[in-house]
T-cell receptor, first 114, second 114 residues
């Protein structure tokens, strides 16, 4: 069975500093990879996804993630964070089986302070 | 274009009661998935419906059930509520229900069992 590991439950960082949120996955079959963000009392919003092609994917708000097949990782990075980036971030995988069934990591709370 | 709508947003029920939650997907989307989010277990897949058929089910007891109507709207039902069923229930819809299509999440229904 597939699984997703987010080792950091909480990452405190100062505004304008760089940040990396780590995600590792385990699966015996090919997967698609996603990062979702959740603001307080809200649902999940897709931040970015890797389906195929270039291993570096970017979002419109400055986040990027790189798919590394050999290390089975999909770490999320941002070179300079804003206060408004404070939220919980979830890494997720979906098996290439044809069904919509996301398997989520436990989440990383990003705390950006001034 | 309206997003995924979940009703109600908040719900308080007594142990032993049953509850029905509703999800209206984005217009044209045929796949609806349900997830349970709790502090202890994180985000867990409940089930997925496509064209009124349940295609996949997570590891939840039979007290959790769902259905999808011909207009793609979906309901989930939990019978004989337990305190541990207190959670945020999230619904997601996607256009084709395939793994390479984005899932859009609603804001969730927060269920509290007392």
């Amino acid at each position: 069975a597939q699984s997703v590991t987010q080792l950091d439950s909480q990452v405190p960082v100062f505004e304008e500093a760089p940040v990396e949120l780590r995600c590792n996955y385990s699966s015996s079959v090919s997967v698609y990879l996603f990062w979702y963000v959740q603001y307080p009392n809200q649902g999940l919003q897709l931040l970015l996804k890797y389906l195929s092609g270039s291993t570096l994917v970017e979002s419109i708000n400055g986040f990027e993630a790189e798919f590394n097949k050999s290390q089975t990782s999909f770490h999320l990075r941002k070179p300079s964070v804003h206060i408004s980036d404070t939220a919980e971030y979830f890494c997720a995988v979906i098996l290439n089986t044809g069904f919509q069934k996301l398997v989520f990591g436990t989440g990383t709370r990003l705390l950006v302070s001034p | 274009k309206a997003g995924v709508t979940q009703t109600p947003r908040y719900l308080i029920k007594t142990r032993g009661q049953q509850v029905t939650l509703s999800c209206s997907p984005i217009s044209g989307h045929r796949s609806v998935s349900w997830y349970q989010q709790t502090p202890g277990q994180g985000l867990q897949f409940l089930f997925e419906y496509f064209s009124e058929t349940q295609r996949n089910k997570g590891n939840f007891p039979g007290r959790f059930s769902g259905r999808q109507f011909s207009n793609s709207r979906s309901e989930m039902n939990v019978s004989t509520l337990e305190l541990g069923d207190s959670a945020l229930y999230l619904c997601a819809s996607s256009l084709a229900g395939t793994t390479n299509t984005e899932a859009f999440f609603g804001q969730g229904t927060r269920l509290t069992v007392v």
